[in-house]
């Protein structure tokens, strides 16, 4: 499986950006899709995950209510709908594929795209 993530880029406050992960591979439906993001100096943080079980989804508090993660299964696609963008939300976000359980919250993500940088402007 490969992943290629795109979309990022600079916004104001308050405006809404979609990043997309492009899947390939013939393993890339069967896994649970997420997006982390990343601040210099800061460990990566997952924000959104969506189960390949039956697309459940789940999110970091701090985006609840803003973000929405969801597959395209045409294009083989996972999408990060971003609204209200705040300057905390500045980051390279990255999308992973791997395992996750919302029971314990515990993942394992071993399949990496390469980040794309968003930078919201006050």
């Known amino acids: 499986v490969q992943l290629q993530a795109s979309g990022g880029g600079l916004v104001q406050a308050g405006d809404s950006l979609t990043l997309s992960c492009q899947v390939s591979?013939?393993?890339?439906?069967?896994?649970?899709m997420t997006w982390f993001r990343q601040v210099p100096g800061k460990e990566r943080r997952m924000v959104a995950v969506?189960?390949?079980?039956?697309?459940?989804?789940y999110y970091e508090d701090s985006v609840k209510g803003r973000f929405t993660i969801y597959r395209d299964s045409i294009k083989n696609t996972v999408k990060l709908q971003m609204n209200s963008l705040k300057p905390g939300d500045t980051a390279v976000y990255y999308c992973?594929?791997?395992?996750?359980?919302?029971?314990?919250?515990?993942?394992?993500?071993?399949?990496w795209g390469q980040g794309t940088l968003v930078t919201v402007s006050s």
């Open positions: 992973a594929s791997g395992t996750f359980d919302p029971i314990s919250r515990y993942y394992d993500m071993y399949v």
């Open positions: 969506i189960l390949q079980s039956d697309s459940s989804t």
């Open positions: 591979g013939r393993t890339g439906s069967r896994a649970d």
